[in-house]
């Protein structure tokens, strides 16, 4: 985990305690750069990461389709 923390931080993207800050869609501050499950905090659960990568891939392909139009 501290490692994707450290190359995010070498990124400029912001981070509290040891964490990658995300907004409700996965999105860190810097622009098309998402993030997901154990490293942005909250229960170490499956489920949890699970649904944030579902979330955080239906939010890249919306990304990614805005930028082709």
């Not at 040891?18 to 659960?45: R, S």
């Amino acid at each position: 985990m501290h490692g994707s923390v450290d190359f995010a931080r070498k990124l400029g993207i912001v981070t509290k305690l040891d964490k990658i800050l995300v907004n409700e869609k996965m999105e860190t501050n810097l622009k098309g750069v998402y993030a997901c499950g154990d490293c942005t905090g909250g229960l170490y659960q499956i489920s949890k990461a699970v649904y944030e990568g579902t979330k955080a891939g239906m939010e890249v392909i919306q990304y990614v389709r805005n930028i082709k139009n």
